[in-house]
Antibody, heavy 121, light 107 residues
């Protein structure tokens, strides 16, 4: 069965960087885009970016451009998101999610369990 | 960016009620519109994709309709497990924006 297993919670100081992992299993890793979505406490869902694991092509939301990097390791079927220059408002649960289609424009059919990143001095 | 709005932002309903949630896009998105349900502390779960297609395993009391800019999610008869927050998302253009959510709680 399809599973996306994310790394554990993390606490960072303002200005630092954080890297969250998302290990995929149960499907052919390179056939499906993976997206990152975050949710601040008590807030809605915010799309951050996506990667095509086959080509490593990425697309990011303008809000995060320059601060976010999404990468893959196809040997371990793992996707990573790194967010730099952290601010208090980056405190959120970060989710990875699989795109159901082949072009990154479909719905998100499988989600990781979420990773809480807390930014605090 | 395409802006997504939802109405209402919250609603109170009883088990057995018919519930309708509306999502509107700031420009036409064809049927690149999907609905998710999220319960506290859990990841979202897709209910309806491409505006009107029921995701496998989702009860048939959920339905979706619409195209272009206006979309609707309907729960024909609310069950206890349906109290949750519902989000729409467009995937017509990047960024793949979500609506602000509609919280359905107990009347």
């Amino acid at each position: 069965q399809v599973q996306l297993e994310q790394s554990g919670a993390d606490v960072k100081k303002p200005g630092a960087s954080v890297k969250v992992s998302c290990k995929a299993s149960g499907y052919t890793f390179t056939r499906f885009y993976v997206h990152w979505v975050r949710q601040a406490p008590g807030q809605g869902l915010e799309w951050m970016g996506t990667i095509n694991p086959s080509t490593s092509t990425t697309t990011y939301a303008q809000t995060f451009r320059g601060r976010v990097t999404v990468t893959t390791d196809t040997s371990s079927s793992t996707v990573y998101i790194e967010l730099s220059s952290l601010r208090d408002e980056d405190t959120a649960v970060y989710y990875c999610a699989r795109d159901a289609g082949g072009y990154g424009d479909r719905h998100l059919d499988y989600w990781g369990q979420g990773t809480l990143v807390t930014v605090s001095s | 960016d395409i802006q997504m709005t939802q109405s209402p932002s919250s609603l109170s309903a009883s088990v057995g009620d018919r519930v309708t949630i509306t999502c509107r896009a700031s420009q036409s998105i064809s049927t690149y519109l999907h609905w998710y349900q999220q319960k506290p502390g859990k990841a979202p779960k897709v209910l309806i994709y491409s505006a009107s297609t029921l995701q496998s395993g989702v009860p048939s009391r959920f339905s979706g309709s619409g195209s272009g800019t206006d979309f609707t999610l309907t729960i024909s008869s609310l069950h206890p497990e349906d109290f949750a927050t519902y989000y729409c998302q467009q995937t017509y253009l990047t960024p793949r924006t979500f609506g602000p959510g509609t919280k359905v709680d107990v009347k």
